[in-house]
C-alpha cells in the first residue's frame, strides 16, 4: 500500500551535530513534503519537493527527493536546542484516494545542548 | 493573517458524552481535513471535505461524525460511540489541485475522565 516508513523513529544528538532522516515506501510518490510538529502544536510545512533528484536546501535544512521516487531524506546541519520536535515526511495518495496526504509515522529528534 | 484556528486547546469529556471541536479558516482553501494523532503512530485521517456540503470518511471514521455548512469551517464531533477518544486532534486545510500541503491548527488535546 502507500504506507511511508520513516527512520530513525528517534535520535538524541548533541547540539551542533548534523542529523539525517529518511521516509521510503513501496510505491512511488510524485510530491514529497516534511513537515516539522513542536512539542503540543500542529505540523508545520519545511520543505515541499516535487521533482525526482531535486534538492531544496532551507536555511539549515536540506532535502532531497529520491532518484527512484520511493524516498525521500532530510538533513539538519549544526542542531540547536530549537530544532527539537517530530519531523514528518508526507506524500499524496494516488488518484483512487483523491491526492490526500499520507503521514510517515515521525522522527522524534532530541537536542542536549 | 490568514490561518487556521482550532478551539479549545484543551477538552475534558466525561465518557458517554459528545463533544464537538471547532476548526476555522480565513485562508479561502476549499479542502479541510481532521487527524487523530495518538504518540508514536502519526497522523490518522478521520474525515475530509473538498466541498462545502459535502464530506467523506477517512481510514478511522468510526464513532466521529463532521458538518460542513460553511466553506471556512468543519467542525468534528466525537460521539459516545468512539471508544478511546483520549487522543490529539489536528484540522488542516489545503487550496487543493496540486499537493501543495496542508496548513494545520495548533490542535486540540481530548481527555476523557
Known amino acids: 500500500g502507500q504506507q511511508l516508513n520513516q527512520s530513525p523513529q528517534s535520535m538524541f544528538i548533541q547540539e551542533g551535530e548534523d542529523v539525517s532522516m529518511n521516509c521510503t515506501s513501496s510505491s512511488i510518490f510524485n510530491t514529497w513534503l516534511w513537515y516539522k510538529q513542536d512539542p503540543g502544536e500542529g505540523p508545520v510545512l519545511l520543505i515541499a519537493l516535487y521533482k525526482a533528484g531535486e534538492l531544496t536546501s532551507n536555511g539549515r535544512l536540506t532535502a532531497q527527493f529520491g532518484i527512484t521516487r520511493k524516498d525521500s531524506f532530510l538533513n539538519i546541519s549544526a542542531s540547536i536546542p530549537s530544532d527539537v520536535g517530530i519531523y514528518f515526511c508526507a506524500g499524496p495518495r494516488s488518484m483512487e484516494y483523491g491526492n490526500k496526504l499520507v503521514f510517515g509515522a515521525g522522527t522524534i529528534l532530541r537536542v542536549k545542548s | 493573517d490568514g490561518g487556521i484556528t482550532q478551539s479549545p486547546k484543551y477538552l475534558f469529556r466525561k465518557e458517554g458524552q459528545n463533544v464537538t471541536l471547532s476548526c476555522e479558516q480565513n485562508?479561502?482553501?476549499?479542502?479541510m481535513y481532521w487527524y487523530r494523532q495518538d504518540p508514536g503512530q502519526g497522523l490518522r485521517l478521520i474525515y475530509y471535505?473538498?466541498?462545502?456540503?459535502?464530506?467523506q470518511k477517512g481510514d478511522i471514521a468510526e464513532g466521529y461524525s463532521v458538518s460542513r455548512e460553511k466553506k471556512e469551517s468543519f467542525p468534528l464531533t466525537v460521539t459516545s460511540a468512539q471508544k478511546n477518544p483520549t487522543a490529539f486532534y489536528l484540522c488542516?486545510?489545503?487550496?487543493?489541485?496540486?499537493?501543495?500541503?496542508?496548513?494545520f491548527g495548533s490542535g486540540t488535546r481530548l481527555t476523557v475522565v
Open positions: 485562508l479561502n482553501h476549499d479542502a
Open positions: 488542516a486545510s489545503s487550496k487543493g489541485g496540486r499537493a501543495q500541503g496542508y496548513t
Open positions: 471535505s473538498q466541498i462545502v456540503n459535502d464530506f
